[in-house]
């Protein structure tokens, strides 16, 4: 089975996200999305809808190629468009990314193309092959190039083969030294065609490898076409040769212009070569290659040398043969007056000395242009085979890389053109043949019924070419051998002659009248696979005999120089028979190639160049359209999709989509096959849609897949809800369990904490409680440890209880009961207590407030408890005066007592006889206490000759001053009647100091009357205040009874 079975047609579509994968590498999981599948394109042109549209595939590469994406896959096909730019695509992590995986799961890269053969060598040990093919300046090379890197940075090494690596790398620069040359096209063009077989051990790493090489474009070595150079291994010679080099060589340095086969301008005739400035100029401009550096290059090189395992004399041998061909091409002949050719330089002489026998003169410059071409071509086959020596041939496991010229169409194709078509057409074949054997192996292998693949088998095409004695080939040996005048137009003949009918070769005489202006009288035409190519017989036949004169080679045979002696074997000189022509030379390479080839499992990667003018991001759509139409690219497709479009192991499908079933979903458990069955049902696929192979489903149409994707983009979304909600849902209860469990921790800690607390408090309380009564028992005996705290208590609590219930004020009498032990305290506290609140309010009263409370005090000695009336008396203020001076105390009263009116107050008068009551004022000042009626002063009695004031205990208003009967004038005592006669009293007794002679009666007051006589007042309680003349002659009072607790 070829590659395509081990992948068949896989697609990749879409962008792949990272995750972490096998071996430590990053990997690309596989992720479809209809997103990168719209924006750039298909990844697989397997997967266009249009896929016949020629126009619909160079969208697809047009879009992809905007975007960089250079690489798009046909099944297993990798198609690649020149970036003409470095890509950062290309680095070890990109490398480590594309190991190990399959296919469709990431995005196509060559990377992916060269880790599926590795791997396919790898655990299989099947042999692989990768064809790269491709028009000059395509990509072929560097694409063999990264390849190759991709193997010797990936693969693990054997210490003992090492340096196999390092070789395998090393022979590149070497091989593009001598081969490689600037084009018009490609500055770093391979003008000949190479397969190296990398060879792997069973453990994957490379232990050798092995170089063929085919068709080395030789006539370059005489000849160039303007703007171009021949190899490179000139150029760096001449410009970084180092001197003493050159001088051995006889070259001269940077002098290029000085070796006419590097200078091939015009083949001149004359005995003297003209070189003008102008062909100076030209020839700076062709060897100043802008992207070429012949020194850093020259560098490289002779730094390989080393690598590969060449010594000194081998590299100096093998610079002999490149500067012998410099010589070669600056021999010069002219004709002398004889018409015959000689040797016009003696320099050359001196090197080439008697080499060439005398012949005409075109005879000669072929002849030594054909003696140049062959050495440097049997150089070049002597270098691979060097080489391959040293790369250690191994029978192993092999990756053949093939870089080989693509499909060549120019304005005039000739020989070289033929040839390298008629490779294409073989590669074509190839295939196509295991393609469809590869495609027809594995229906077989998934029990599906094979159905006929329309295709064009290019086998016609092949055969017009190589078959024998018909074909094209053996017509042109035919001709190259005959005797008698053969030419191309001889040969032309011959083909029309032969090959006249076929429906794929076309001559102007052949052709009809549409297609006869079309192929000029010197060219045929072939149909080939890819498209119609025409061929200018002109040189065919020199081309393909490639002779080189038996004397030329016999001397070459003598040479000392070891490379030129292998290259020229006696033998060749003794073999009679004709040496194979180029074109069979060719053509046997060719099926060897093939027998190659056939054994292995190809990939095939096509490269396509996008503009002529080197240029990062022009996508030239007809130079394009040329290319996938010459590469065969739509006949790829056609071929790859003339079966499914889609196949996938069963395993494979049921993972992806599995989403969309639910039966399918999330899991099943039963048969892959009939879980397909299930999923497929389930999607309505309709018959012709699918067929369910042994072990994988093939999908004919893109379209099928396309709608199963969009459907799967669809569900997607539910899904990651679903997985969201199941997500969220677990973050949740876990969070919930975290914060739970912490809850409880803290939740048990702290009843620990409070049970324990508790636990002591109780503790303590039990000991306070237990000490407490042993205190109360013990309280009565004197301090001992047993009672110590129970009294401390008790005088706390009472200390606590005074604090809280101190006295407010000074008549707050209010005091904790002390307990026994603290009688004696208590009381000095409260003794405390009473003279700092008496300190405290006597130093806050004001002095008006002073002399009323000495009154009151004075009051409060004379009658507290002796008159019931004064209870009354004590909250009412004692005022100055009850008389305003101003409007009740007459003004001549005033004028006679002078301000020394202190207090005054109205009175009633009794009459001493008959108890007439009579208004009066009674006027207290500093010495007297003065009665007045209106403006008169009635009476005036001295404080010095008051006696003493008597009242009743009574609440009457009654008092009488008692006066000696001297100063009375024998009127006798005065009895006198006030609303206020505690104030009036007290303010009398303090003014005239008689405070000890107030006189307080209980049932009567006798007072003198005049001459003598004695007068009674009587007091008795009564219900309101009376006063009458009782018929004994006394005053009788009635006074009402207050209460005695005020
Ligand atoms: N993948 C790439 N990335 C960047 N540049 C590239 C890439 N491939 C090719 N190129 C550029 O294109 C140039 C030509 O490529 P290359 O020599 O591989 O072409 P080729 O197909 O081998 O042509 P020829 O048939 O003439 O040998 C390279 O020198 C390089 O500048
Ligand atoms: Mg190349």
Redesign the pocket.
Known sequence: MGVASAHPIQMVLTDPLLRVGVEGGVRLVMESTLSARDRVGVQDFLLLENYTSEAAFIENLRRRYKENL?YTYIGSVLV?V??????EI?SKQHMERYRGVNFYEISPH?FALADNSYRAVRTERRDQCIL?S?????????????ILQYYTTMCPTRHNTHYIRERLLQSNPVLEAFG?AK?L???????FGKYMDVQFDYKGAPIGGHIINYLLEKSRVVHQNHGERSFHIFYQLLESGDNSLLTRLGLQKTNPQHYHYLVKVCVCRTFVMIFTLHIIYICNLLFSVS?ISDKHSWKIVTKAFTVIGFNEEEVEELLKVVASVLHLGNMQFGVDEFEETHVTTDTQLKYLAEMISPLNLDQVLSARDALAKAIYGRTFTWLVQKINQSLAFQCSSVIGLL?I??FEVFQQNSFEQFCINYCNEKLQQLFIELTLKSEQEEYEAEGIGWETVEYFNNKIICDLVEEKFRGIIAILDEECLRPGDASDITFLEKLEDTLGGHAHFVTHKLANGKTRKAVGREEFRLLHYAGEVNYNVTGFLDKNNDLLYRNLKEVMCQSGNQIVKQCFHPDELIDQRRPETAATQFKLSLAGLMDILILKEPSYMR?I?PNNG?QPGQFEEVLIRHQVKYLGLMENLRVRRAGFAYRRSFEAFLQRYKPLCPDTWPNWRGQLLDGVSTLVKHLNYKPEEYRLGRTKIFIRFPKTLFLTEDALEIRKKTIAITLQKCWRGYRERAKYQRIRHAVIMIQSWWRGVKGRRRARHRRQAADTIRMFIKGFILRNEPRCPGNEYFLDHVRFSYLMTIKRNLPKSVLDKAWPRPPPSLTEASAYLHHLCIRNLVNDYCRKVQPEWRNQLEQKVVASDMFKGQKDNYPQSVPRLFVGTRLGNNEEINLKVLQTLGSDNKYGVAVTKYDRHGYRARPRQLLLTASTAVLVQESKVKQRIDYTSLLGVSVSCHSDGFFVLHLPPATSKQKGDLVLQCDHVIETVTKLAIMAEKIHNINISQDSIKFALARGKEGVIDFTPGAELRVIKTKNGHLAVMAPRISSSV
């Open positions: 250079i690649s020149n970036p003409y730019k470095e890509l290309y060559i790269i491709g028009e000059s300046g395509a990509g072929k090379t560097e694409a063999s190039k990264k490689n084009t096209r490609n500055d770093n063009s391979s003008r992207s870089d010229y693509g490269c160049k080197k």
